[in-house]
């Protein structure tokens, strides 16, 4: 059998040489950055630690911007935050054994929130490999048992040659439908052992595309164009596969009002007469979604938040895409459609016939209006007040990270996030400490836009290292701290289960003075004059930070 590799690249004299002669030094750790580089990265994302020195010292033989934080989850929050702003691999360099550690909460985000991080960790040196309990430093009996359970893929490497097929081989995961985080390990010896081999040049990674089944494509397509009452529900997977378009142009094809959900922010528009908005958490809005004849669930698993807290039960036909094929069926029957968003939206647009109904837009506003009537009878304009000063200052195109706070619940459901993947939080896998060091990770993906972090006091103590990241760098963004003296949701979830909290209320810094003392400016400021702080804070180039102290609540639940 014969291969034509005339359609190859071919190497110039020049490269020839080059490749017969590599230049003397090189390491492990080159073989790295190279492969890092072949494949098309510009920024990496880490920690250094003494067995992973040998990648750190050749970063600076690179082309690579590295960008250090202060903890590793934090540096995997920023890579998690880059991939999902720029669509493309972060790489996260890490340590062994309590630097691998302590960035796994971040790849759980990463994992829930399908943000393509490529963790590359060292290893004991080969010989403590195996679990013998040799006593090296860091050294745990099976490291990769730690992360198999969070990563998408473990790729193992244990001598030189391996390395550059290793990252390309997680490269390619990490970008595969859904996207995720993946994990790459190497021992300390071989990422310092000197090596001979050709420097890495270009490589190809790109994944397959994940289609829809067309006899699948064809019945979902008869089911909505002969529905008579079509709702879509768009998840994160809209935004991910920038099907914002696609699913605009179905929704207007066969009038299909829209609810996004709270992964899913921006993916419609949100003041269109077929918004339903992202009241999930309201029971006006699961009724009306209880009563589609036909559900359209794309780009979600319809997980505890997206469906009321597991209390929604839809009457309907659902038909659901997803590219995660673990999450199809999941929770409810449906016709489940294994593809990406984009590729499935546009084969429907091409497959449904043209629905008409005049009553639709009615019909979503009837919905609204009896969700500000319930809102507005808990006497919540302090929190609403808040919440449109954050959105009056933040410009259109600028990307905001919300941590896991009252502020930010509100902002699930009643935030207009204006534009397509613009608006993230950690609501995937739920944790403290993500807005702040996610919007350093955004910076680093644009330096030229503005981005807004939003915590609460007791998130912010986190991340408030990053302080010192943001300063380093000159990051242009502005972290809001909403401060209540405590975790505040924790605190009314307590108080309404027990009658009195344990363990919510929380000693604090003076948050301006800390700021400052970074050398970053601060403002301590009141609702009434948010909008102007913030607004202030977010044109001033570099890291600032603004105090809000205010004791917000949350709008009662409709689950009970």
Do not use: C
């Not at 050709?198 to 990674?205: C, G």
């Amino acid at each position: 059998m014969s291969h034509d590799h005339d359609d190859r690249p071919q190497l110039s004299p020049a490269q020839a040489a080059a490749v017969l002669t590599p230049p003397p030094g090189r390491t492990g750790g080159d073989l790295v950055v190279e492969s890092l580089q072949g494949l098309g990265a510009t920024t990496v994302f880490g920690l250094p630690g003494q067995h992973a020195l040998g990648m750190f010292d050749a970063l600076r033989r690179s082309s690579l911007r590295y960008v250090g934080l202060r903890v590793e989850n934090n540096a995997g929050f920023a890579a998690d935050a880059y991939g999902r702003i720029t669509g493309e691999v972060a790489p996260l360099l890490l340590s062994t054994g309590p630097g691998a550690l302590t960035s796994l909460a971040a790849l759980q985000e990463a994992a829930s929130a399908s943000a393509p991080v490529l963790a590359i960790a060292s290893q004991v040196p080969t010989a403590g490999l195996g679990g013998g309990r040799h006593g090296y430093l860091h050294e745990l009996r099976d490291q990769q048992a730690s992360v198999r359970d969070i990563v998408k893929s473990v790729h193992t490497v244990r001598a030189a040659s391996q390395i550059p097929s290793a990252i390309a081989a997680a490269w390619e995961s990490a970008l595969t439908a859904p996207h995720g985080p993946v994990w790459v390990e190497i021992p300390q010896d071989v990422l310092l052992a000197e090596t001979t081999l050709p420097v890495v040049s270009a490589m190809d990674a790109t994944p397959r595309e994940l289609y829809p089944r067309p006899e699948l494509t064809i019945a979902a397509a008869h089911l909505l164009s002969n529905a008579e009452r079509p709702v879509i529900i768009a998840g994160g997977g809209v935004v991910r596969s920038d099907a914002s378009g696609k699913l605009r142009a179905l929704a207007e094809r066969i009038d299909a009002p829209v609810v996004t959900t709270f992964g899913g922010k921006g993916a419609f528009p949100w003041e269109h007469p077929l918004s339903l908005r992202s009241w999930l958490e309201d029971r006006h809005t699961t009724d009306f979604l209880e009563d589609a004849d036909v559900l359209l669930v794309v780009g979600s698993g319809l997980g505890e938040l997206s469906s009321n807290y597991h209390t929604f039960r839809p009457r309907g036909r659902v038909i659901q895409i997803e590219a995660d094929a673990g999450k199809l069926e999941s929770n409810h029957p449906a016709l489940g459609i294994h593809s990406d968003a984009r590729e499935a939206l546009s084969d429907l647009l091409d497959a449904v016939e043209r629905r008409e109904d005049p009553d639709a837009a009615e019909r979503v506003r009837t919905v609204l209006e009896k969700v500000r009537v319930r809102i507005e009878a808990q006497d919540l304009t302090l929190e609403q007040q808040v919440l449109a000063a954050v959105r009056q200052a933040l410009p259109d195109g600028s990307p905001s990270f919300w941590d896991m706070t009252i502020l930010s619940y509100w902002a699930w459901s009643a935030f207009d996030a204006r534009r397509p993947n613009t608006m993230h939080s950690a609501q995937g896998a739920g944790g403290l400490g993500y807005a702040f060091p996610a919007a350093i990770g955004a910076a680093a993906a644009d330096p030229t836009t503005p981005v807004l972090a939003v915590s609460g006091d007791g998130g912010a103590m986190y991340s408030i290292a990053e302080l010192a990241t943001a300063r380093q760098y000159d990051a242009p963004l502005t972290w809001l701290i909403v401060d209540d003296g405590g975790y505040g949701i924790l605190r009314e979830y307590m108080t309404d289960a027990y009658g009195e909290t344990t363990g919510t209320e929380l000693a604090r810094p003076d948050f301006v003075a800390l700021a400052e003392s970074f050398g970053v400016p601060a403002v301590r400021t009141t609702p009434e004059s948010l909008a102007a702080d913030l607004g202030k804070a977010l044109a001033t180039p570099g890291p600032s930070v603004v105090v809000l102290p205010a004791l917000l609540r949350m709008f009662e639940p409709t689950h009970l």
